[in-house]
């Protein structure tokens, strides 16, 4: 039994040929989101966001839980004990960087590696792309401790799946293994564990030739116009390709020389070479 664990220990990072690996660092708590863990990891996308050796995020977990959703006893307990103001400011600090997430500067990947429950579905759902363990087991168990799926769980397994799914999800407290999650569209894969980093690793490979300025553009786009009328959001589209167009004017410019004229690339098959950029 190791002593509390520090702040600042909470979550963990590295940083490898442009990926940024961020876990939940809480192993022996099955990484449950605590206020402290939630704090560090505000600080952790703080610190992760612009900087230029980082080009995507994953969010995994170690050991063998992604993480089992909200700390039972720190959140909720212990800041109920003290006050409306402790509970408001650690739902601020949880739904606050979920949001970063959903909003981050960089794309990000959920590495599904194991437990994913309730508040886990924040986070989940604040990656853009995620992939899970085949064995992974997800569950919206908040019903099973007497609680509405809430922190945006509902919400997650509202956006994420279809009605009856997500009622008989949230109501019976039962949980899927990944490749169901796979399959209900909670996770766009899912693979046995021994392959489940090395899948990862390529899909952000492929993502990380691709055009940073577009990529931010395209993940907000398809985050926002599914909450548009067909109109509004050919309109936001027009204004957010245009907004794109004055932090990188180049770069489609560039896209479109090396198809054209120098026939070097085909976009049908793959990306341009945004290193090599006309003088
Ligand atoms: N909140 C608080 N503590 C948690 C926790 C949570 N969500 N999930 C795990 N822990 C703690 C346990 O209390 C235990 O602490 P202890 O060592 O001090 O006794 C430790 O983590 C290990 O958990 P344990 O239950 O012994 O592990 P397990 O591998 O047998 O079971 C789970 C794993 C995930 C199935 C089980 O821990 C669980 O059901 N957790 C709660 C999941 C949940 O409902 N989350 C939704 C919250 S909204």
Known sequence: MIGERREEDTVAFEIEGGVAWVKFNRPEKRNCMSPKLNRQMGRVLDELEFRDDVGVLVLTGEGASWSAGMDLKEYFRETEARG?????????????????????????I???????????????????????????????????????????????????????????????GENIDGRTAAEWGLVNE???????????????????????VALKATKDAI???????????????????????????????EGIRQFIDDKTYKPGLGAYDKDRQAG
Request: glycine share 10%; hydrophobic share 40%.
């Open 84 to 108: 409306l103001g402790a509970t408001r400011q650690a739902q601020r600090e949880a739904y606050g960087w979920w949001r970063r997430l959903r909003w981050f500067q960089k794309p990000t």
């Open 110 to 172: 959920a590495m599904v590696n194991g437990w994913c429950f309730g508040g886990g579905y924040g986070p989940l759902f604040g990656c853009d792309l995620a992939f899970a363990d085949e064995a992974a087991q997800f569950g919206l168990s908040e019903i099973n401790w007497g609680i509405l799926p809430g922190g945006g769980a509902s919400k997650v397994a509202s956006e994420l799946l279809p009605f009856r799914k997500a009622m008989y999800h949230a109501l019976m």
């Open 190 to 212: 899912a693979l046995p564990a021994a392959q489940l980093k090395a899948r990862v690793s390529e899909v952000a490979q492929v993502l990380l030739k691709k055009n940073p």
């Open 223 to 253: 985050r926002r116009v599914r909450e548009m009328t067909y109109d509004n959001a050919e309109d936001y589209l027009i204004r957010a390709q245009e907004a794109a167009n004055s932090f990188d004017g180049e770069g489609r410019k």
